[in-house]
């Protein structure tokens, strides 16, 4: 059951990255993380609306007709290329909890005339979607903002069919923060107050039923503060057996 904390976290990302839907911008982007082959064609919505650290549905190998959930959504530039990637006889479905990035996504979606794509309001620790289900879950830097991690790779485990792959890009610590950066609200919408240790992150996939976990570092936190290294952005595989 969420905490009064935990639901505070939540209104909190969630007022700032409505201001993220209405063009303002975020903490949570890092360097250039798709080629111009790829944007080419997307609405100015999607990409201005981006606030990953990493590009998931390249680091997820998609297949023609498979069925991909991109958990944190936003304006849908990782799930309209995703549904580039499965195909007409694929599907794509997107899931945030921001109703701004809802409608902008869906907005999206109808520019490009994209009949395999859709969009739910809904959190990530708990979807509509069928168990045994999906193919592939991608999420780009949006699992470091969830207060209970351990709900969000439950219920991806449940919706993946056997053998599934979970690819996501994210934020994980090689080192704890200082305390104080930690607990300031302002750092979860940054991505670092609820980022996690490496080994954590490998801790909680294994309860939920993972196997082939693997990591990869995309590189450092950009900012001049002296715990900056301890945070990298990463790629994170694995796998339901």
């Known amino acids: 059951m969420a905490t009064t904390k935990d639901q505070k976290i939540k209104e909190i990302v969630r007022e700032r990255y409505a201001e993220v839907a209405s063009g303002t911008g ?5 360097t250039p993380l798709y080629t111009a082959d790829e944007v080419q064609g997307l609405p100015d919505g999607a990409l201005a609306a981006s606030a990953g650290c990493g590009n998931p549905t ?3 190998s998609l297949k023609p007709g498979e069925t991909v959930v991109d958990f944190g959504s936003g304006g849908g530039i990782d799930c309209f290329l995703a549904a580039r990637a499965v195909g007409p006889q694929g599907r794509v ?3 945030d ?3 701004d990035m809802v409608d902008l ?5 109808r520019k490009l005339d994209l009949a395999n794509v859709e969009f739910h309001l809904t959190e990530m620790e708990s979807t509509p979607i069928q168990s045994d289900s999906v193919d592939v879950i991608i999420s780009n830097c949006v699992i470091n903002l969830a207060p209970d991690k351990e709900a969000v790779f439950n219920e991806a485990f449940r919706i993946l069919k056997s053998g599934g792959r979970f690819a996501v890009s994210d934020m994980v610590l090689v080192e704890e923060l200082p305390a104080e950066v930690v607990s300031d609200p302002a750092n979860w919408v940054s991505c670092l107050s ?11 996939l294994q309860k939920a039923g993972f196997t082939e976990i693997e990591f990869s570092s995309n590189g450092a936190y950009e900012s001049e503060a ?3 290294s301890r ?4 790629s994170i595989n694995a796998r339901k057996g």
Do not use: D, F, Q, Y
């Open 93 to 95: 479905i997107g899931i």
């Open 226 to 228: 002296s715990w900056s």
């Open 97 to 99: 909890m921001t109703p």
């Open 194 to 204: 609820g980022a996690e240790l490496k080994s954590t992150w490998v801790e909680r």
């Open 105 to 109: 996504a869906k907005e999206n979606a």
């Open 231 to 234: 945070v990298h952005s990463m």
């Open 26 to 30: 975020c903490e949570c982007a890092e």
């Open 58 to 60: 390249a680091l997820a």
